[in-house]
């Protein structure tokens, strides 16, 4: 299971996240990037953060390690904003922490030199947890110390909000249209001999088993917890397996480098981060 912590300070919101995560210090004397089970999104986000996490370690790509954050709803009163007051109340409990890079900075689409091989790796990562948020608009990747981090994996796993339909999600394509790493002339054949035989079902399982149990519980359709995990077991294994129906047409789209193709007023960098969470200048 991942390490847990408690928050002990609230420092500032992230104001250009769209479910108003939070810099916070934790008893541990880290600092972290808190995402609260209150918000909108709500506890499936983080359950997905922290499974994509586990398989794309396990692919050899970087993320920012997590933690569980411990929340006691009596900060809330000493926040003088009152949606934070209401965010910090809904979200008494487990929260999710990821690690706190001090002075990374954003990775910039059409300016950053990212190789075929690792763009390779990132573009089929991203097509087999159908990541909705890794665009020219938002890369959400970070150069730390001369490396790139991959974060926000809160949008994969789509198929975890109908289970309904879950099977038949496993052969869908993985829209790339306007994927940050387009015209990086990205292996993605190459990834998928070298990465597919690394997500064994032991890994997937290893990766889902530190989802922490109170955030699947009560799920509906799902007698125990036990059978939750097992279903997202199941659901990443499908989706291996359907790799003939979605790697075809995402190799062919990063053969084309449709990226080369982005009309010269996207291609303006993406919205620079504070210079409160970059540690400098916020360029």
């Not at 064994?200 to 799920?219: C, H, N, S, Y």
Request: proline fraction near 6%; charge should be negative; aromatic fraction near 6%.
């Amino acid at each position: 299971m991942l390490s847990r912590v408690e928050a002990i300070r609230y420092v500032t919101p992230l104001r250009e996240g769209g479910s108003l995560p939070a810099v916070m210090e934790a008893d541990d004397l880290g600092t972290y990037v808190v995402k609260f089970r209150g918000a909108g999104q709500g506890r499936k986000a983080l359950i997905a953060e922290i499974i994509s996490a586990g398989l794309a370690r396990a692919c050899g790509l970087l993320v920012p390690d997590l933690v569980t954050v411990e929340l006691d709803a009596a900060l809330a009163p000493g926040e003088p904003d009152q949606e934070i007051q209401d965010l910090l109340r809904a979200s008494h409990g487990l929260n999710l922490g990821v690690d706190f890079l001090p002075g990374a900075l954003d990775f910039e689409t059409g300016a950053a030199t990212v190789t075929p091989a690792l763009a390779g790796r990132i573009m089929w990562f991203d097509g087999l947890v159908s990541n909705a948020d890794r665009s020219w608009r938002n890369p959400n990747m970070l150069l730390w110390h001369g490396s790139l981090y991959l974060i926000d994996h809160g949008a994969t796993l789509t198929f975890h909000h109908r289970w309904s339909s879950a099977a038949t999600a496993a052969e869908r394509p993985y829209d790339v249209t306007d994927h940050a790493l387009l015209g990086c002339a990205a292996l993605v054949d190459d990834a998928d001999a070298e990465l597919a035989p690394l997500l064994t079902t032991d890994v997937i399982r290893e990766a889902v088993a530190q989802v922490p149990a109170d955030w699947l519980a009560g799920e509906p359709g799902f007698e125990e917890v036990k059978d939750l995990r097992e279903a997202y077991v199941i659901q990443l294994e499908r989706r291996l397996a359907a790799r003939p129906a979605w790697r075809p047409p995402l190799a062919a789209a990063a053969r084309a480098g449709l990226g080369q193709l982005m009309p010269a007023d996207r291609a303006g960098r993406p919205k620079a981060r504070p210079a409160w969470l970059t540690g400098g200048d916020g360029s």
